[in-house]
């Protein structure tokens, strides 16, 4: 049974009760970041119950040492840790000595979370009867700034309801933080200067090993019934924290609002010697706007975002909150403003995985950021990976590959292999592709091909150089071959001639080689220069197309498809739904060697391959393969229903389609796979956009011309989104009524819509 406790709300996720049960969940649920650093929903003040404090900053990491039984040469060396940040939001508050803490309230009453995510912020109310029989109204409202990225802001509100009584009010810094997953049980964090000036304090740390250097800081305003007051608080510091203490004696009906502004400062964008100076200056600029202000520039930031990435749905409540929740988090994760930076599986939501960079970024990611913001967005991202070239090819070399060979990592921070688990690390070698299919997905998009001379090309190089040594020539076979792999399906380990990563390869081959030749017509500068650095020979290329033209890629005779890899029909080939459901997720009820053994797909395999190269494959064949391989696919991966959710709408099987799409959008919300407390699944929300756009939508570039094929669930009245192509925006509505598109700007644009051109005018609505 999922979780359904989350209130039907078209721009709001809303909690309405306390449930102690719940609170880790909703931690998750109720986040917030801003691109540059995000938080769980903690509360504020002392919380005796369980919790997962949690406090993130973009691009600040800990490589904790690999921690296994039985090391293997191959090993990365460490597993790179989101790192959980010093707490600046704590609020403690004692009244008549006694703290508040819901977790031994006598009573809780109209507890209340919302996150209104058309407006970026986080608010929490309740009434409390503490244990000394004091009943408080509390009402907190949070966010942290669009803006002032380096900024969050805080409005505490406290109600004496039935009678007078001393309140103590403590806002602190704590940097006495440690992670979750440790492995060794290590020390993060150094503290190496605690510091107050009035109602100012700046806790000074750097990371261990990374040295990462980072000023966290707090400052406070306190207000009785909307007036401020100039209470001088009583300062208390120890080795890793700092806190100021504010008393006053407040009768019955009196309202206390204390206003804390935080956040962090960080050598990555600053001088390590200015960071107090920086903070300083945020929380200058905080206290001149003040919080109502503060506030309204968030809400005018969000409603820029949703102007062009929001997608509306009229007529499914659940529908439209999954969705929006999605591009909400999405947002609040990576706003393109840093090629430094990249998208994390959990954002700032949690710790599981580690690492801030997966294969997710390409395959299901940048098509969301290509069609909502600029296409310097889209660069930015591409560029994350030519930044990490060099250590791609170290990764190789770390295995025996050479020649300039790169392996991008599974799980990376700065370029380097950070995922400890050898199996999947140097066997789920298809995230290379993902990286080549992201190149040649943005140049299909954009229209805009310089970033492939400039940088891309040399990407393209280092991984078909890689599967040109990976591959081997069968001599049972006559044919290429590829050994030792793990596809998409993690559920399958260590297997031989992987259909999806076979194709990657081959067509990576063949996709390099184009692009060269491409580059030494049309840019001949930039190809001496990449030829020079990359010391390629004529060879070599011949070599990539010999390889490529004769690939093997097993296949069934009897079934007509595809095989997953070698081996896969001597399973037991039992349906998911003649599988006990007791026994599901499996992921949870069996054995890692039950699973290995079965025929069960976690995610997408011989489908992704599908999904990224549609074109090369009839619907008759999609059909066949959908109809083979979607009845053993569990969908324990986040990433998986988004992909089936397209095909199916593809195959024009709306209904499977939808009820692909609730499970992709309400993931989270509903806590599909008990794991929510964890943190968010961040970049499988991609795939809940592309779910709507490419399925619903279907939309598609094709022969360079931007395409659709609109069809709408029956749940729906209808749907609209915008698409930024090539610097026009699309808005495409699709009712029971029809389709109609308009397009902004100055210059007409034709698309096709059910293999149809159709030209729009600007200022105009065309009807399809």
């Not at 819901?102 to 503490?130: I, P, Q």
């Not at 190809?527 to 020079?532: D, F, L, N």
């Not at 010391?535 to 079934?559: Q, R, V």
């Not at 034709?750 to 005018?761: E, R, Y």
């Amino acid at each position: 049974m999922n979780q359904e406790y989350i209130t039907a709300h078209p721009w709001s996720i809303i909690e309405e009760g306390f449930n102690k049960e719940l609170v880790q969940s909703s931690e998750s649920l109720f986040s917030l970041g801003n691109g540059a650093m995000g938080q769980r929903a903690n509360f504020e003040e002392q919380y005796s119950g369980e919790t997962f404090q949690g406090s993130y900053i973009a691009g600040v990491y800990y490589p904790d040492k690999t921690r296994v039984g039985w090391w293997k040469n191959g090993y990365p060396e460490y597993f790179a840790k989101v790192l959980n940040a010093p707490n600046w939001i704590g609020i403690d508050i004692p009244l008549n000595g006694q703290p508040l803490n819901l977790a031994d309230c006598k009573k809780v009453a109209h507890f209340l979370r919302e996150l209104n995510m058309k407006e970026g912020w986080y608010k929490r109310s309740f009434v409390a009867t503490m244990p000394n029989d004091l009943e408080i109204a509390v009402e907190v409202v949070r966010f942290l700034s669009l803006d002032l990225d380096e900024l969050g802001a805080i409005q505490y509100n406290v109600q004496l309801l039935n009678a007078d009584a001393e309140v103590t009010v403590t806002p602190y810094v704590d940097g006495g933080i440690k992670n979750r997953d440790s492995n060794w049980d290590d020390k993060f964090w150094n503290i190496t200067g605690i510091d107050s000036k009035q109602n100012r304090a700046f806790v000074e740390s750097h990371t261990m090993k990374t040295q990462f250097k980072v000023c966290t800081f707090m400052g406070s305003e306190l207000y009785v019934d909307g007036i401020k007051t100039n209470e001088i608080p009583a300062v208390k510091k120890d080795e890793v924290s700092i806190s100021h203490t504010y008393k006053l004696n407040l009768q019955k009906d009196d309202t206390l609002t204390l206003i804390k502004y935080g956040g962090y400062t960080v050598d990555r964008n600053h001088p390590a010697e200015k960071l107090v100076e920086v903070a300083n200056r945020v929380l200058d600029q905080a206290s001149k706007l003040g919080f109502e202000a503060l506030l309204q520039m968030q809400k005018k930031a969000w409603a820029k975002i949703w102007e062009m990435s929001d997608i509306a749905i009229e007529g499914d409540v659940k529908a439209q909150q999954g969705i929006r929740f999605n591009i909400f988090q999405l947002n609040q994760t990576y706003l393109g403003k840093d090629s430094r930076l990249n998208i994390g599986p959990k954002g700032f939501t949690g710790e599981k995985y580690g690492g801030s960079t997966y294969w997710d970024t390409e395959a299901y990611c940048l098509p969301f950021y290509m069609a909502t913001k600029n296409q310097e967005v889209a660069w930015n991202l591409l560029e994350y990976r030519y930044n990490h070239l060099q250590k791609a090819i170290e990764n190789a070399e770390k295995l025996g590959f050479k020649n300039g060979a790169a392996l991008y990592p599974m799980v990376t921070m700065n370029g380097e292999e950070c995922h400890n688990e050898w199996e999947i690390t140097f066997e789920e070698i298809h995230r290379n592709g993902a990286i080549a299919f992201a190149i040649y997905n943005c140049h299909r998009f954009t229209g805009d091909y310089s970033y492939i001379p400039k940088m891309g090309l040399e990407v393209l190089i280092g991984i078909a150089r890689f599967w040109h040594q990976r591959v081997n020539f069968s001599e049972e076979k006559q044919q290429y071959v590829m050994l030792g792999v793990t596809g998409p399906n993690e559920y399958e380990n260590n297997v031989n001639n992987n259909w999806y990563t076979n194709y990657l390869a081959k067509w990576c081959m063949e996709y390099a080689a184009e692009q060269l030749q491409i580059v030494a017509e049309s840019y001949p500068e930039d190809y001496q220069r990449i030829i020079s650095n990359t010391k390629l020979s004529p060879t070599e290329i011949e070599d990539w197309a010999k390889m490529a033209g004769n690939m093997y890629f097993p296949f069934s005779e009897k079934h007509k498809v595809f095989l997953q890899q070698d081996g896969f029909l001597d399973k037991e080939l039992v349906r998911v739904q003649d599988l006990d459901k007791s026994q599901r997720p499996i992921n949870q009820k069996w054995s890692w060697d039950h699973i290995l053994r079965s025929p069960y797909i976690k995610q997408a395999d011989v489908l992704q391959g599908f999904y990224f190269f549609e074109d090369h494959f009839s619907q008759e064949e999609l059909e066949r393969h959908f109809d083979f391989y979607e009845p053993f696919t569990v969908h324990e991966s986040s990433l998986s229903p988004c992909v089936h959710s397209i095909q199916a709408a593809k195959l024009g099987r709306m209904e499977q389609a939808y009820t692909f799409y609730l499970r992709t959008s309400r993931l989270d919300l509903d806590d599909y796979n008990k794991e929510v407390e964890e943190g968010l699944h961040i970049t499988s929300m991609a795939g809940t956009w592309m779910s709507i756009v490419e399925g619903f939508g279907g939309m598609r570039v094709v022969d360079n011309v931007l395409s659709f094929n609109p069809q709408i669930p029956e749940q729906w009245k209808s749907y609209s989104f915008k698409i930024n192509f090539r610097n026009q925006i699309v808005t495409m509505t699709v009712s029971t009524q029809g389709t109609a598109f308009t397009v902004s700007g100055d210059d007409a644009l034709t698309i096709q819509v059910d293999g149809k051109p159709l030209k729009l005018i600007p200022g105009k609505t065309v009807r399809a």
